[in-house]
C-alpha cells in the first residue's frame, strides 16, 4: 500500500509560479513510477507529467517548457514545478503511483489532490 499526499496548491495570478510536492509513505518509493494528472471543472482527468523509475519524463504538450517533474527518492517525494501558469491550467492536481511489470500495471494509488487556481 501507498499513501499520496499533495500540498502546494493555490491561487496565483496568471504567469506566476507554483510548486506542488507530493509526500509518499507506506512502500518502496523507489520502485514506482509517479506523475501528476489534473482534472478542471466538467472535464476529464489528463495526465500532466510523468516521470519513470530511472528518472526519465514526459509532458503533456500543454506541460512542455512550461513544467518540471522530479523526485527525490531519499524523500519519498514527487514534484511538479509550475512556471508561467494561465487561467486554463486551473484545476485539480493529483498524484499518482503506479508499479509496473511487463507492461501490466499491479498497483496504482492516487493522492486526494490540491487545487490550483490562476486567476487575476
Known amino acids: 500500500q501507498v499513501q499520496l499526499v499533495e500540498s502546494g496548491g493555490g491561487l496565483v495570478q496568471p504567469g506566476g509560479s507554483l510548486r506542488l510536492s507530493c509526500a509518499a509513505s507506506g512502500s518502496i518509493f523507489s520502485g514506482y513510477a509517479m506523475a501528476w494528472y489534473r482534472q478542471a471543472p466538467g472535464k476529464q482527468r489528463e495526465l500532466v507529467a510523468h516521470i519513470t523509475r530511472g528518472g526519465t519524463t514526459n509532458y503533456a504538450d500543454s506541460a512542455k517548457g512550461r513544467f518540471t517533474i522530479s523526485r527525490d527518492n531519499a524523500k519519498n517525494t514527487v514534484y511538479l514545478q509550475m512556471n508561467s501558469l494561465k487561467p486554463e491550467d486551473t484545476a485539480v492536481y493529483y498524484c499518482?503511483?503506479?508499479?509496473?511489470?511487463?507492461?501490466?500495471?499491479?498497483?496504482?494509488?492516487w493522492g486526494q489532490g490540491t487545487q490550483v487556481t490562476v486567476s487575476s
Open positions: 499518482n503511483a503506479k508499479q509496473w511489470s511487463g507492461g501490466t500495471i499491479l498497483e496504482d494509488y
